[in-house]
């Protein structure tokens, strides 16, 4: 399976970092293909809401930048996975606009290929995630039709429990 992992922390070696180590070790382990991208080390701007890619070029934004490498992994891709720390009860901000400009390609109907999708999200509270996992339910499973593969949370410190978690998520597939 090919797989889109979404990382939208700027830590390098942070919990969200673990956590889709983890996850890449379990779903190589299981034969399958993921394509990681660290978002915001990515030159990615927000979506313009010009309408571009729906009236003039089907499919396709107007901005040349870095998302134009998320758009090719992401017509393959069979499974997506989003991860990311929590800021403000959602995503970080570099992940949004990412999954903001994913509008040219996945609207009004979501790339053929993609058929799943699963989160990981790590907070320093067990409270903060209701913003993000409402996102994911509203704009993944129910817009887009996606399978549900699963959403891990870490409160705290990545413990070894949440990593083979992970690992666990991605032999499964």
Do not use: W
């Not at 939208?8 to 293909?33: L, Q």
């Not at 990981?120 to 887009?144: E, H, I, N, T, V």
Request: charged letters at 25%; hydrophobic letters at 35%; proline letters at 3%.
């Amino acid at each position: 399976m090919k797989i889109l992992l979404l990382n939208g922390s700027p830590r390098p070696n942070g919990n969200t970092a673990k956590m889709v180590e983890a996850f890449k070790e379990g779903a190589a382990a299981g034969g399958n293909e993921v394509n990681v991208i660290d978002v915001c080390r990515k030159n990615i701007k927000g979506c313009l809401a010009c309408e571009y890619c729906h009236t003039k070029e089907k499919g396709q934004c107007v901005q040349k930048d870095d998302m134009q490498e998320v758009y090719a992994l992401l017509k393959e891709a069979e499974m997506l996975v989003i991860a990311s720390p929590i800021y403000y009860h959602g995503i970080s901000g570099q992940l949004k606009c990412t999954i903001d400009r994913f509008y040219s390609a996945a609207y009004p109907v979501r790339p053929e290929n993609l058929k799943k999708a699963a989160m990981m999200l790590c907070s320093g509270d067990r409270d903060q995630y209701d913003g993000a996992k409402f996102s994911y339910d509203g704009d993944f499973l129910g817009y887009l039709g996606l399978e549900d593969m699963g959403v891990i949370t870490v409160a705290g410190d990545v413990t070894q429990d949440k990593l083979d978690e992970a690992r666990a998520l991605g032999t499964l597939l």
